[in-house]
């Protein structure tokens, strides 16, 4: 899992049929200076591996997340901020050239949240690709809504080169994967597991990465793992039967 989420040590990555397409798929785009997608439901682990793959690749990467409602102009101020550490203050025509040499070098260029550029953003950072003089690679990423966005542009659809869909786990992968995830799992049983994933888990690595910190920090206090426990952690995370049974409805 991801080392940066919630400071959660001892986690193991696990190697899910989304982790190692998206692993191949942002190698072999870095390599190509292709274009690729990696979407998904949030929670599914995309985040992680942008974080996980980083390290593999031999070229710089630049990570960029734009603003909602950004403009080609925005767009544009905010890459070449990004890739010379200068605030360019420019139309958005005479800024076309700085960011065409800014993007001469090979790198890849990550767009998180690419679900919020419109269509106008979207074509002017596929011309940026397409110009003879730039030399990167460009990883779209996004979470619920963004494959939507990025599918409709045909422009932009038939140069994807490796479009990779997240999805959450299902229940036997779940059962599967989880106890490797983090020692606390070991030895804890395929029902408790099914269970905590039925009522919070939801398949989503990001919901699981959550409640082992809540469970790990609770077991380091003292406390024993049991379904006690599990309760104890379901609760902290908003997983009630009927938290409102006993508010008397208004007047």
């Excluded at 193991?12 to 785009?29: H, P």
């Excluded at 990883?139 to 939507?148: F, H, P, S």
């Excluded at 999805?167 to 020692?183: D, G, K, N, T």
Aim: overall charge neutral; some cysteine; aromatic content about 6%.
């Amino acid at each position: 899992m991801n080392p940066h989420f919630l400071n959660l040590t001892g986690a193991k990555l696990l190697r899910t049929t989304s982790w190692v397409l998206g692993r191949e798929a942002i190698l072999e785009t870095a390599q190509a200076l292709a274009i690729a997608s990696i979407t998904g439901p949030p929670g599914t682990g995309k985040t992680f591996l942008l974080s996980s793959v980083s390290p593999e690749l031999r070229i710089p990467v630049r990570r960029l997340e734009f603003d909602h409602r950004a403009t080609m102009r925005s767009v544009s101020m905010q890459m070449l901020q990004c890739l010379t550490g200068e605030q360019p203050s420019a139309s958005k025509h005479l800024l076309i050239t700085p960011l065409v040499e800014a993007l001469a070098q090979p790198m890849v260029l990550l767009v998180d949240e690419a679900q919020r550029l419109n269509r106008e953003c979207l074509d002017h950072l596929r011309f940026l690709h397409d110009h003879p003089a730039t030399n990167f690679a460009l990883i779209l990423a996004g979470g619920k809504g963004c494959w939507e966005v990025l599918g409709r542009e045909p422009q932009l659809r038939r140069r994807i080169y490796r479009p990779v869909f997240f999805r959450a786990l299902s229940s036997e992968e779940v059962a599967a994967y989880i106890p490797q995830l983090h020692p606390l799992w070991k030895g804890v049983s395929k029902n408790d597991i099914t269970r905590i994933d039925a009522e919070f888990g939801s398949g989503l690595l990001g919901h699981w990465a959550s409640i082992t910190k809540t469970l790990t920090d609770l077991v380091a206090a003292g406390h024993t793992l049991d379904r006690d426990l599990f309760d104890v952690a379901l609760l902290k995370h908003g997983v009630l039967e009927d938290p409102y049974n006993d508010i008397a409805p208004a007047a």
